[in-house]
């Protein structure tokens, strides 16, 4: 007990150091990206109609963050995400199970499914627009399509992992079918699910703020969109600051939850 | 057929009975007659083993009496009722970690009791008197990772002991435990049985374990395999420690082993060499 405890005192000890010696590696970088960025587009280096300084876009940041038309479209942004997500996991999962449940089905839709993961689904836009409306309907359509293949795809393969000794211990204590999913199955199958579920909001977030970006009439890849063809170049990366600090701190929350999962069930 | 034994009036409605039993696997590349009619009886409170060469049948057997596995042929019954499926009075401990590795010590102990409903302060009772048992004090709030194979393998066993079952199938429990921590816990396991006096099927290849645990061992051919003999340990129980150097254990220990060492060179042919 009290070597086992040492010894994992000892493994932490060494990890922590390295690992924000990692971090600050990291930042050393993204300073030095952005000390030249600011050099070169300050020179003329860079075109100021490509790029703007890094620090005009913070200022830019500034102004255009307390409006009301940025909480609008920030807020329309999030939720056609959320919404996007929701029904890749909510239709996803199941889909995921039902192709580990039935492996004929499994092995007939599989590359229809493969072949949804590398269409550019977008095609499809200009028909859902004429469909849907200019809304948030089309771009909800296309992000959780996309969010859903991702999410389908690792649930197969994560149940097709599971130790058979698993199943036969559930059948042993007489499991019934909720108990197997609940106590066995998606626990078992958690750690090897999540990545795929990354990987489905990720696709949410491209999808979401490419369809902006294309055509839409709020968001905030319509902005950049907006601004990009008005030739406004600093307002237009503004906005593209807005949706690289999104990503990061959505990117950072699945990893934070990731890792916790990995802990609680490895 | 000649091998079938009838099922006479010595057996009881309360024991396990293989009635001609046998399976048959077809897979891609062709049919494995694993089992071929077994028959005998697990009568009420007699602890059985089961020894053979390396895949014979031995777990297929189990699988069949856990109801995890359909025989082809024949049928199983306990208490006069034919196996169709798992039943709620029997336990089994597997061969391989069959350990939850997301759960606690403690947690997957309690698994079987969980699953059968009862209140989270009655089966982490039960679960920490098992863990006691088997030797896991202090490892309740660890998780399989942090435990050896042969830790896993007595968590396998508290879990199944924790569900107090009428039937109790165990197929080479002890498989991953080193000579001392395997007479520790068949020690212990034999003093909860003379307690329960439950029906015990236990596997194992293991020669002087089968003896000194059982009341019959079932030698099993090679495959197809059929119990080729019963040998009936008649040594007085409770068995203290001096048991092994009793005269009539080694007797019985070096008529298993002849038995044995026939079927084990018909399956890795003659002059084949025992470890
Ligand atoms: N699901 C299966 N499909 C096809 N063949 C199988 C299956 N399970 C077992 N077998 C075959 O049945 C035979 C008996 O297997 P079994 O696992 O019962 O042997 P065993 O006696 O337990 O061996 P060991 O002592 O090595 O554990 C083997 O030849 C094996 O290949
Ligand atoms: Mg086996």
Redesign the pocket.
Known sequence: MTVQEKTSSVQSQQRTPLVSRAALVRWVIILALVAVLEFTTRTGMISQSLMVPPSEILTRLASIVPTEQFGQDAARTLTTILVAFSIGLVLGIPLGVFLWRVPAAGRILEPFIVTGYAMPTLLFYPVLLALMGLNAGPIIVIAASMSLIPIALTTMVALNAIKPILHKLANSVSASPRQYYLKVLFPAATPLIFPGVKLGFIYAVIGTVAMEFILASQGVGFRAGFYYRELNTADMWAYIAVVIVLSVLVNSVLTWLEKRIRRDML | MSQVSPIDSVEHDSDVVFDNIGMT?G?ASGV?H??ANVSGAIPEGKFVSVI??????????LDMVGGLLKPTQGSVSINGESVTGPRRDTAMVF?EDSTLHWRTVLDNVAFGLEVKGLPKAERHERARRMIELVGLTGFEDHRPGQLSGGMKQRVAIARALAMEPRVLLM??PFGALDQQTRQFIGRELLRIWEKTRNRVLF?T?DIQEAVYLSDEVWV?SA?PSVVKEVVTIDLPRPRPEGTHALPRFRELEDHLWALVKVEAEKTLGPGARLA
């Open positions: 696997f897979t494995t694993a089992v053979g060469p390396s895949g014979c049948g031995k777990s297929t057997l061969q197929d080479e596997i290849h099993m495959r």
